[in-house]
């Protein structure tokens, strides 16, 4: 074997051999926060996507108490994490990466989600903007021990409300295993947003009925939003109906780039 064939050969067993770790090596660890009345599988197409891409992924299970609580969970997590890590947060999930300030944090993706400013609440910007039915839709509070309250949505009319755009099998099987939020939780003020020093992306569905998309907007361009991406006819949970849409707007926050 000549001095160039070996070399080539040389060459093709060390890409084989690295090609794997250099890609992991090289790409941020994706943390998936689930919002109320969801859980963490709800990102299960999402996770696909991406570990078929080759990132590290972690759908964190949002504990829904309180949102400083909540966000020091979110950051503990973050923070154990080697390396980069790009934040995506679903609806009250957007609440809490935006309270999460940890330095290996390279981006924020909102998916149908609250991108709060300092001092704003979850429900007070739910309650903003016209087109929000979610209210109605809630059954009896829970009481808790601590005098409390968990809210959930009636599972009737999860369907409906909450993921329009999902079969109705699936959407039932998400309704009884939905989880709660405390009532406290989206009345609490958010403090200062990791949005100001942290690159952001938003994406979200035009037939939001949780969440208005006008509110959305609102938020996305206050952010400074490097991408904004409205699927037409989407509902609250497109990550569910549209994993494949939210996976991409995933991969170019990771990249830094834009659509």
């Given at each position: 074997m000549n001095t160039r064939s070996l070399s080539a050969a040389v060459f093709v067993l060390l890409a084989?051999?690295?090609?794997?770790?250099?890609?992991?090596?090289?790409?941020?660890?994706?943390?998936?926060?689930?919002?109320?009345?969801?859980?963490?599988?709800?990102?299960?197409?999402?996770?696909?996507?991406?570990?078929?891409?080759?990132?590290?992924?972690?759908?964190?299970?949002?504990?829904?108490?309180?949102?400083?609580?909540?966000?020091?969970?979110?950051?503990?997590?973050?923070?154990?994490?080697?390396?980069?890590?790009?934040?995506?947060?679903?609806?009250?999930?957007?609440?809490?990466?935006?309270?999460?300030?940890?330095?290996?944090?390279?981006?924020?993706?909102?998916?149908?989600?609250?991108?709060?400013?300092?001092?704003?609440?979850?429900?007070?910007?739910?309650?903003?903007?016209?087109?929000?039915?979610?209210?109605a839709t809630l059954a009896a509070p829970v009481a808790l021990p601590d005098g409390g309250k968990d809210l959930y949505i009636q599972q009737d009319k999860f369907n409906a409300q909450f993921a329009a755009d999902v079969p109705a099998k699936q959407a039932k099987l998400d309704a009884a295993a939905q989880r709660p939020i405390a009532e406290a939780a989206l009345g609490e003020p958010s403090g200062a947003p990791a949005w100001k020093s942290v690159p952001s992306w938003h994406i979200y569905g035009d037939a939001d009925k949780n969440i208005p998309p006008a509110a959305m907007k609102f938020m996305a361009e206050r952010a400074g939003s490097k991408e904004t991406v409205v699927l037409k006819g989407a509902s609250h949970v497109p990550m569910v109906s549209q994993p494949k849409a939210v996976a991409a707007i995933i991969k170019r926050a990771a990249s830094g780039g834009g659509g």
């Open positions: 084989a051999f690295m090609s794997p770790i250099t890609a992991q090596g090289t790409r941020p660890t994706i943390v998936l926060v689930h919002g109320a009345f969801a859980e963490s599988s709800s990102w299960n197409g999402v996770v696909a996507e991406l570990l078929a891409d080759g990132y590290p992924v972690l759908a964190a299970a949002n504990p829904l108490r309180g949102l400083k609580s909540d966000a020091d969970y979110v950051a503990g997590i973050v923070k154990s994490i080697k390396g980069a890590v790009v934040l995506v947060g679903h609806s009250y999930g957007g609440s809490v990466i935006t309270n999460v300030n940890e330095g290996n944090v390279r981006a924020l993706v909102y998916v149908a989600a609250f991108a709060l400013a300092q001092g704003e609440s979850t429900v007070e910007m739910s309650d903003r903007f016209p087109g929000g039915t979610l209210g």
